[in-house]
């Protein structure tokens, strides 16, 4: 997909008032563009726009990537690897000696050769009113403010990708990302632990190995995916004692600390989902690159409940819903479209098998789908693909769920283009 090639610079230390500066950690850094026009037209997937300072100074964050927290509402993860991780940005990124000020330990008091010069691959603005970006230092011959396409090899050369290689942050998927990036990203990070570099082998968190965790001071020394150290913090922080309740603290609030998920069987889900708590330990059932977050303001839908008598039939991703036409030109309701593909090597009779809206408006199927083969279909009234984000999704005649993919506004908005999924 086309990012925004932004030049400027990056910023780790304020000359005027050095003491407050600037807290880099693992996956942040602050940036100067050359032209702040350029930022201020990025997309806003939250609706939060791009949150300047006073000297024209943006926050960026990493896309793909989530190194240990530094420092989070008072607290932090392994500080050890915490401070290794930003350490080894800052001297990637072509920083020299970083001094910090010893009753202010996270904030520059010096550092030599700044700014780096260099340019960012932006996607979007993000609810904090970050730049999410792929971060490269050094000049290239792009010009400042073109679309770029970034592929695999792009990514690769990133500072992002030196995280995940060297194993100095934790994979961090959201739906916005291609999948060919994520995949390229998840390799990476995949091949980092089996070499067991940087804080891979003390990772305390997985679908095989459970942490104990009796309060926030346990959180402090562990290893584990930030997303849920960050929740874990926070709960203790509330007054929370043992981890008894912290399925139920999850569940109580959706939109901060119940992220919506997608995880590899295709559900749609929540964080809650993803963790197991037993007495006093927590495992994740998923790794980190399986797990696909929805931004804050993403239109969901909670899926269907299942039928629990069994039926036999194909099973989800057996038929793939791979493109939609949902802003026709014109606002012609009747050219939207959507695109179904056999993955199977059988023909698959679509009597009684239906497309769902956000709404669960209904659009019933008939025919064969041969194997190997693709059908556009032309959905018709009540069933209608919303132009501010939403869901699609493939019903068997069993009613169950085969396919779901979703959409976000900034997805929908030029019309005539047709959505890949």
Known sequence: MPYKLIKGQFIIHYDDQP?????PDGDTVKFLPDNRLLVETLPRDSGVGPDFNKKGIISLRFEAVDALELHFAGSHQNMEWAEASRDFLLERM???LVTYFPD???VVESVEHHPIPGYILASSIEGNGRIVSFVYTGSTPDVDGADVWVDAARVEQSLNADLLREGHAYPVFYSTLPVSLREACGRLSEAARAAGK????LDAMSPTRAATIL??????QLVLWPKVGRRLISYFSAGNLTLNAFDAWLRADPINRDDY??????????MHDLVEVVGDTIRMKYRPEEVVILPDGANVVVPRPQPTTPVPSLVRGDIRIIAALVNPEGGDLRKETVTILNMTPNAVDLTGWSLA???NHRFALSGTLESGAALRLAPIHPMQLANDGGTITLFDAADKQIDQVSYLKRDAKRSGWTLVF
Do not use: C, M, Y
């Open 198 to 201: 940087g804080f891979w082998p």
């Open 104 to 106: 202010k330990t996270a």
């Open 94 to 96: 072509g920083f020299g």
């Open 261 to 270: 998920l997608i995880l590899p069987d295709r559900e749609l889900s929540n």
């Open 357 to 359: 809206d956000r709404n």
């Open 215 to 220: 309060s926030v001071d346990d959180v402090e």
């Open 19 to 23: 003491r407050n500066g600037p807290q």
